[in-house]
């Protein structure tokens, strides 16, 4: 799974994370991912499945969490937005710090029992 760091301008800058990004009005969800992932990492993705749904720790948003295939090349980081993207497993997100109580959640319970290939950035969107 590709991960982010928070870069210096993002809320809560310097975590580890998923990528993320809210629905803009009159986007679906699907629509939301592909362009998140192009703003944050510039890379095009073509949405595969929804694997999770939770409700941010200050309760404000629902998070829906996706499954995705990357397409070729290398993360373009977006300047201020991400300062680092790494291609993690599980066990390895788990070890990253910072990372926020319900991103552990998400590796721990649903990743943990999917088989995700190692080239699938997902992540949740805020509604």
């Not at 580890?16 to 969800?29: K, N, R």
């Amino acid at each position: 799974m590709l991960v982010i760091r928070r870069g210096g301008r993002a809320r809560l800058p310097g975590y580890w994370a998923p990528l993320s990004g809210t629905i803009e009005a009159g986007e679906s969800q699907e629509q939301a991912l592909v362009r998140e992932i192009r703003e944050e990492v510039g890379l095009d993705a073509t949405p595969l499945a929804k694997v999770w749904e939770s409700i941010s720790s200050d309760g404000g948003f629902v998070l829906h969490w996706w499954e995705a295939a990357a397409g070729p090349g290398a993360p373009v980081l977006a300047p201020g937005e991400v300062s680092e993207a790494r291609w993690v497993t599980v066990e390895e997100f788990l070890r990253l710090e910072p990372i926020f109580d319900g991103d552990r959640a998400f590796f721990e319970r649903a990743l943990a029992t999917t088989d995700a290939p190692a080239d699938t950035p997902a992540g949740p969107l805020k509604r």
